[in-house]
């Protein structure tokens, strides 16, 4: 019995299909004539990808023939890549005409960082919405602007921050998920446009930076942002000397 299997298990009597038949259409077999293989290896599109060639297949083209290839770069659109979208240096504003003005007022890379980070935090503490209190994680999150470096020296961090949110806030219901864009509040919004408009009344150029989003989530006396500060030592003359 035992020689019986042996013998049907033997290589000698298991059929064998020569390579070319595993490499159906589109792929390509080792016999297949040079041109087709050259202009296989000199796509612009990733080898292995498109065609799928075995890679000991592919290394062996590669090693039989010396290929030149010639590619020129393709052209693409600003939008031909998905998610990669021109970014417009604004935040969102209770006043939309300021977007249609000549020369509107931009806010600064970190700044539009810091409030996506606040968009981010608002997700991690499952809040509905971004807002004062969220604005100021997100600047700490951020951590490289002279608001956030001003903040930690002073002793005010991201993880206080999120332990004075808990306790003035309350714990969200475990198992609600945060909207993807959680929408903003109003204390929030003016915030951001308190920013804006002392920038505007200084006359100064430049751009609106994390500095002025700082100032303007104390200037919003009484919510959530404002009382965390106050509640970690932060006061009018910290507010004072940051704006110098």
């Known amino acids: 019995m035992a020689a019986q299997m042996f013998s049907m298990a033997s290589p000698s009597s298991a059929k064998t299909f020569p390579r070319s038949a595993h490499l159906e259409s589109p792929y390509l077999s080792p016999p297949g004539s040079k041109s087709q293989v050259i202009a ?9 990808r498109l065609f ?3 890679l000991e297949t592919s290394k062996s083209f590669a090693s039989n023939w010396t290929l030149e290839c010639t590619r020129k770069p393709l052209s693409r659109s600003p939008q031909s890549r998905r998610g990669h979208l021109p970014v417009f240096m604004m935040l969102p504003t209770a006043n939309p005409e300021r977007a249609s003005q000549e020369k509107p007022v931009k806010w600064s890379a970190r700044a539009i ?12 503490m499952k809040y509905p ?18 608001a956030s470096k001003y903040l930690r020296a002073n002793g005010v961090t991201l993880f206080k921050v999120r332990d004075e949110a808990v306790k003035l806030l309350g714990k969200s219901y475990p198992l609600y998920t945060s909207p993807e864009r959680p929408t903003i509040t109003e204390p929030a919004q003016k915030a951001l446009d308190w920013a804006v408009d002392e920038k505007i ?13 700082l100032l303007g989530i104390w200037a919003q006396k009484g919510f959530a942002g404002q009382q965390i500060l106050a509640n970690l030592g932060f006061d009018d003359k ?6 110098e």
């Open 238 to 243: 910290n507010a004072e000397e940051l704006a």
């Open 201 to 213: 009344k200084s006359g100064e150029t430049g751009e609106v930076t994390t500095t002025h989003m």
């Open 129 to 146: 919405s971004t807002g004062t209190e969220a604005l100021l994680m997100g600047i700490l999150a951020e951590g490289t602007s002279p």
């Open 40 to 48: 296989t290896l000199c796509s612009p599109l990733p080898l292995n």
């Open 52 to 54: 799928m060639l075995k």
């Open 113 to 124: 960082k810091s409030f996506n980070m606040a968009e981010l935090e608002a997700r991690k």
